[in-house]
Structure formats: structure tokens, C-alpha cells
């Protein structure tokens, strides 16, 4: 009678053993498609990323070649003659002005 009782028990505690690892087999799987989800969120942000920089970088490059030729444009017209000088020291005056205007101006409508 006793071998009877203790096969019972051993019977109920291997039911409650498989109940068990079923819920954490359940629970690991749910946090395992988590894990998933998330690592697939950030491959797809890590693309995005990666393409605006690349956008970011052809940008930069087409204003370097830019200010480039407006340096070159610049140091030319300086080079050429006494008239030259006074225009460019005109305009580099009025764009000297006109920025500080803008930066009042912007500072008032802030506050």
C-alpha cells in the first residue's frame, strides 16, 4: 500500500514538474519573440541612421565644392585691383550689418 501512495505522489509531482516547465517554457518563448522584436526595431532605426548620414555626408560635399568656388571667387575679386577692394569691403560691411540686424531682431521677437 505504500509503494501504492508514493507511485500516486511521484505521479502528481511530475504533473506539477511539466505543468511548471511548461509555463516557463512559455514564458521564455514570449520573451524570447520580445528580444526579437526589439532587435529588429533596431536594425530597421540603425538603417535609417546609416541612410541620413550618407545623405548627410553628400550634402557636406556639395557645400565644400561650394563654398569652395565662392572662396576662390572671393580671393580672385581681391586680388584684382583697388576698385575691387572697395566693393568687397562695401559688401563685406553691409553683410557684417545686416547680420547683426538680423541677430537683434531675433533676439527681440525671442523675448
Do not use: H, P
Not at 524570447?32 to 550634402?59: C, H, P
Request: aromatic content about 6%; some cysteine; charged content about 25%.
Amino acid at each position: 500500500m505504500a509503494d501504492w501512495t508514493r507511485a500516486q505522489s511521484s505521479g502528481a509531482v511530475e504533473e506539477i514538474l511539466g505543468q511548471e516547465n511548461m509555463r516557463m517554457t512559455e514564458n521564455l518563448a514570449s520573451k524570447v519573440t520580445r528580444l526579437k522584436a526589439l532587435a529588429l526595431d533596431i536594425d530597421r532605426d540603425t538603417e535609417d541612421q546609416n541612410r541620413y548620414l550618407d545623405g548627410m555626408g553628400s550634402d557636406f560635399m556639395s557645400a565644400t565644392g561650394l563654398l569652395t568656388g565662392s572662396v576662390k571667387r572671393f580671393s580672385t575679386m581681391a586680388r584684382s585691383g583697388r576698385d575691387n577692394r572697395k566693393l568687397l569691403c562695401g559688401v563685406a560691411g553691409g553683410l557684417i550689418v545686416v547680420f547683426f540686424i538680423l541677430s537683434y531682431l531675433l533676439s527681440r521677437a525671442r523675448t
